[in-house]
């Protein structure tokens, strides 16, 4: 049988915070979804080494790289299936980032937002530009690049601030290809239009910058009390309320179903009391983080299990990450000196990741295509067409994901399944 074509989705978490229902409801619930969808392989990690550009608290690191660990499984994140690890596990990493530094333009990370704004704030202050910018913070986006660029991940969820870094990588990427050869991926941003932006206690964005959260495995008391901070207006109980604008009603709509959400609506046109409505919040985040919080909590008491979990992932992924090292230093020319020079092996073509279409001409006259899977097994075979020009139109068609109409030209090879072709029509259009 064939294996499944896979979209790769990779994306790190920087470990200085403690996660709250911001983060929660825009990154964790997502992904944790996103990873169960088949034809898809996932890459989630602890960007550890990032977090040190932003803080020099051994112990906060430390703490935050066990909290998030244990929400992200709490979450539901299966180890087994997905790839959970922790960046500084993987020495490869470190080690790639060298290489695209070599081949990355100062003046392209002289551009990057984060470090811009840091010396755009240093002129307006009066001091010297570079005034406590590290080159730590200047080289951020190589080493996000590597984070990336290692797994041949083709799409990349993140959120909008973190778009030009995911271009940046793409940028490394051709330049390394440019001069070494086919062998990254180019990745894309993959941003979720349907993730709703959560607002905090003051109806800005949540985030741990504004001190407006909401912790996401606080003793309920303490989530109960947050929520009583929510800002409301000062209309009374009895008084209509108005659902725009309403952080409350927002908060509760990421959680709840439609009825539910409807059902509160219709309560604020009927004038609900807002120590009402914080109770029905408290009660709906309650019921969705309740039962996650049991495992939350058994698995932050008990570290040893979570690093075992991390080591293993880390494992995992550096059966990726070491052979590849190998064939990019061998790339670059950091090679045994016993081996001859110029033998390179072909470096294996990043792209032949893919599925692909193969369009020939048959004896009988008529033209046909196959579609097949990144490692060449047969998935579908095209029926006969009278032109070449018809089967391209029907390759066309399909390669941007669309298969209406073209059902009867395609006949499954034996084992595919039509979620398996769709599944590789899917890759295709995204490629
Ligand atoms: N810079 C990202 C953030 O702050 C975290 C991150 C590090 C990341 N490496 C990555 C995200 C690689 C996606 C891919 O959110």
């Not at 790289?65 to 087994?80: R, S, Y």
């Not at 984070?147 to 973190?162: S, T, Y």
């Not at 990043?350 to 097949?372: C, I, M, N, T, W």
């Not at 998935?379 to 020009?389: E, H, R």
Request: glycine fraction near 6%; aromatic fraction near 8%; include cysteine.
């Amino acid at each position: 049988m064939s294996p499944i074509p896979t979209v790769r989705f990779l994306t790190g978490i920087t470990t200085t915070g403690t996660p709250h229902l911001g983060n929660y409801v825009g990154a964790i619930r997502p992904a944790v979804e996103a990873s169960r969808r088949a034809g898809t392989q996932n890459f989630y990690f602890l960007a550890d080494y990032h977090a040190l550009i932003k803080c020099d608290e051994p112990a906060r690191i430390q703490r935050s790289t066990l909290e998030i660990a244990a929400c992200w499984l709490a979450a539901g994140l299966d180890p087994e299936h997905v790839f959970f690890y922790r960046q500084s596990d993987i020495p490869e990493v470190p080690e790639l980032t060298w290489l695209l530094t070599c081949v990355t333009g100062k003046g392209l990370l002289n551009r990057a937002h984060a470090y811009k704004a840091s010396v755009d704030k240093n002129v307006a202050a009066g001091s010297d530009p570079d005034a406590d910018v590290t080159a730590g913070l200047f080289m951020y986006p190589v080493l996000m690049a590597a984070d990336i660029l290692m797994f041949k991940a083709h799409k990349i969820p993140v959120g909008r601030d973190q778009v030009q870094h995911i271009e940046m990588a793409r940028d490394i990427a051709q330049s390394f290809n440019h001069l070494y050869g086919e062998h990254f991926v180019l990745p894309e941003a993959a941003i979720d239009e349907s993730v709703a932006m959560l607002p905090g206690l003051d109806g800005r964005k949540m985030s741990k910058s504004y001190d407006n959260i909401i912790p996401l495995f606080a003793p309920p008391e303490l989530i109960r009390k947050q929520i009583a901070n929510i800002v409301t207006d000062s209309r009374a109980p009895g008084e209509p309320k108005q659902v725009d604008g309403s952080a409350l009603f927002q908060i509760y709509q990421a959680f709840a179903s439609a009825e539910e959400t409807q059902a509160l609506r219709k309560a604020y046109a009927d004038g609900i009391g807002w120590g009402d409505a914080k109770q029905l919040l408290f009660e709906r985040i309650d019921r969705e983080i309740a039962p996650m919080r049991e495992r939350h909590d058994a698995l932050i008491n008990n570290p040893a299990q979570l690093e075992k979990i991390l080591r293993a992932g880390a494992d995992k992924a550096r059966q990726i990450a070491t052979p590849f090292m190998g064939e990019l230093r061998h790339a670059v020319g950091l090679r045994n000196l016993a081996a001859p020079a110029g033998t390179a092996p072909k470096a294996r073509q990043a792209k032949a990741a893919l599925p692909s279409f193969k369009q020939y001409r048959e004896a009988d006259g008529r033209h046909y295509f196959k579609l097949v899977d990144a490692a060449g097994a047969l998935l579908a075979q095209s029926t006969g067409f009278a032109s070449p020009q018809d089967a391209g139109r029907a390759v066309a068609q399909l390669r941007q994901g669309r298969l209406d109409g073209l059902e009867k030209a395609l006949q499954l090879a034996d084992g595919v399944t039509a979620a398996q072709l769709s599944a590789a029509l899917a890759v295709l259009s995204q490629a």
